[in-house]
């Protein structure tokens, strides 16, 4: 199967008290990581003795795909598995395999790409239509600082190739970037992967959970980013390929390529978002940086009917006001928001 190409959301999709549709899904499908990015599962908090959830607790395949198929109904067009890391979820192969059968579904991952190098065809040759690495750096210093458990830099380009050998295009990286740390990773990183051609995506370091000690002072802007990049290598800005895209995109003037920024801290773009999100035990959530979420587990387990799970998903969605990311203030940054290895980023 091809990659389909993103899509305006369709006029039937459910929407919410904002006007705005259903239209991406991301499912955590672990909790569990064997990187510890500090901006993520800081190893203060997630160290030896952290309880993840049980086996039992965690959405089964089945599970996972029957809510694909239920929120298809409702305008999800596109479904991104995340986690914790989704690669090391046992079989993930056969999760790919049953969600590839969902008719006019554009499917992905979002991965660390320490196990890509291994998995990268097996994906594919399930239905994976596409995939996106993170990577905070090229230089092995600042990467390994970043991930906390040492892992190489050149390990997560061999996955990245490897994805790009098995057809898993276009390879999109997350690189976040935080002030201080990598900064002076970010022309290395446009340059690399402007000529390997593939699209680089900064994310401004966000305030997700409560646990990575976020300060807007360790945010490195989107505009100071793209100011960087385009002392050196010339930035225009692109349009948008359809309503809601999260990045903003600039192509390089030589036309050789484009980046992404993610602006979530300074220039929210709440007003266009349409993304849900099942945590790994099966909670919805219609915020990233939501405090609670509403359970879709019980009723699977409970015996819920096809006409059951579409009630309260519309339920759910026509109450849904979240806008988080236009109103962050001294105030919302203290919140328990639910940690971003649980909710999936
Ligand atoms: N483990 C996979 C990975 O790292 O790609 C998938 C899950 S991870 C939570 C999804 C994305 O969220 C990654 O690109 C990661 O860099 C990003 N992320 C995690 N914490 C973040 C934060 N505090 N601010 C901005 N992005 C963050
Ligand atoms: Fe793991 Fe991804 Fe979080 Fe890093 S960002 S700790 S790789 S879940
Ligand atoms: Fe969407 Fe919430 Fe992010 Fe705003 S803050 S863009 S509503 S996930």
Redo the contacts with the bound molecule.
């Keep these: 199967m091809t990659a389909l190409a993103p899509r305006n959301a369709s006029p039937a999709a459910t929407r919410d008290r904002l006007g705005r549709p259903l239209r991406d899904l991301r499912i955590s499908i672990t909790d569990r ?5 500090t ?3 800081p190893k203060e908090v997630f160290g030896k003795d952290y309880q993840f959830l049980e086996r039992s607790a965690l959405l089964s395949f089945e599970e996972i795909t029957r809510l694909a198929r239920t929120f298809t109904r409702h305008g999800v067009q596109k479904i991104r598995l995340t ?3 989704p690669l090391i979820r046992r079989n993930i192969e056969q999760l790919i395999g049953m969600l590839a059968e969902i008719p006019d579904l554009d499917l992905t991952l979002t991965t ?1 790409g320490s196990s890509l190098a291994k998995k990268a065809r097996g994906l594919k040759a399930a239905g994976l239509n596409r995939i996106t690495v ?1 990577l905070d750096s090229l230089d092995d210093k600042i990467f390994m600082a970043m ?1 906390d458990v040492d892992f190489p830099v050149a390990k997560v380009l061999e996955g990245i190739d490897a994805a790009a050998a098995a057809g898993l295009s276009p390879i999109k990286i997350n690189m976040v970037v935080k002030r201080g740390v990598n900064e002076h990773s970010i022309v290395p990183m446009a340059r690399y992967f402007k000529q390997q051609g593939h699209i680089l995506r900064f994310i401004e370091f966000m305030d997700v959970g409560h646990t990575n000690g976020w300060r807007m002072d360790d945010v490195v802007t989107a505009r100071e980013i793209v100011d960087t990049i385009s002392r050196e290598m010339p930035l225009e800005p692109a349009d948008p390929n359809y309503t809601g895209e999260v990045a903003e995109r600039w192509r390089y003037k030589d036309g050789s390529g484009e980046i992404g920024v993610i602006a979530s801290v300074t220039q929210a773009f709440c007003k266009d978002c349409t993304r849900a999100r099942i945590s790994t035990e099966g909670k919805l959530y219609t915020c990233l940086f939501a405090t609670s979420g509403h359970d879709l587990r019980a009723l699977l387990r409970n015996g819920a009917s096809d006409g059951d799970l579409d009630t309260f998903i519309r339920g759910v969605w026509d109450k849904r006001t979240d806008r988080y990311s236009e109103i962050r203030s001294e105030k919302t940054v203290k919140l328990e928001k639910i940690e ?2 649980y909710i999936g ?1």
């Design positions: 990581c064997n990187f510890r990015c901006y993520c599962m986690g914790g890391e660390n993170s991930n971003m290895s980023g």
